[in-house]
């Protein structure tokens, strides 16, 4: 199981270990962001922090409905004690967790301040 805390702005946010492919590992305050299919978003100091491998530019949708170019990367990610590996969008935000990794994961969030997140595996 995952855990985490709602903060102050009512944003359900975990702490995730991510790390590119040559080690280098730093821990995220990511928010769960149930609008984006990606699976995590970073801005550009993080990934250049941990000199995560570029992969490609993609074109993306936002949810305004405009089209923008992103870069993505490879890393991994500690989720739920085993290594993953993830595609990285490059977004000039606060760290984001996308829908594709919560695939095969209930959610239960306590929308107060300080309201507890868990990520658990479905069966």
Same mark, same amino acid.
């Given at each position: !199981?995952?855990?985490?805390?709602?903060?102050?702005?009512?944003?359900?946010?975990?702490?995730?270990?991510?790390?590119?492919?040559?080690?280098?590992?730093?821990?995220?305050?990511?928010?769960?962001?149930?609008?984006?299919?990606?699976?995590?978003?970073?801005?550009?100091?993080?990934?250049?922090?941990?000199?995560?491998?570029?992969?490609?530019?993609?074109?993306? !949708?936002?949810?305004?409905?405009?089209?923008?170019?992103?870069?993505?990367?490879?890393?991994?990610?500690?989720?739920?004690?085993?290594?993953?590996?993830?595609?990285?969008?490059?977004?000039?935000?606060?760290?984001?967790?996308?829908?594709? !990794?919560?695939?095969?994961?209930?959610?239960?969030?306590?929308?107060?301040?300080?309201?507890?997140?868990?990520?658990?595996?479905?069966?």
């Amino acid at each position: !199981m995952i855990h985490g805390l709602v903060n102050a702005r009512y944003e359900a946010v975990v702490p995730l270990r991510v790390r590119g492919l040559v080690g280098v590992e730093l821990t995220v305050d990511a928010v769960i962001d149930t609008g984006s299919t990606a699976s995590l978003t970073l801005p550009s100091a993080t990934i250049a922090a941990l000199r995560l491998t570029f992969r490609a530019t993609n074109q993306v !949708m936002l949810a305004d409905g405009s089209l923008r170019f992103v870069n993505t990367y490879d890393a991994e990610v500690d989720w739920d004690g085993a290594w993953r590996a993830v595609l990285v969008t490059e977004v000039e935000s606060a760290p984001l967790i996308g829908t594709t !990794m919560l695939t095969r994961h209930q959610v239960f969030i306590e929308f107060v301040p300080g309201g507890v997140v868990d990520i658990t595996r479905l069966p």
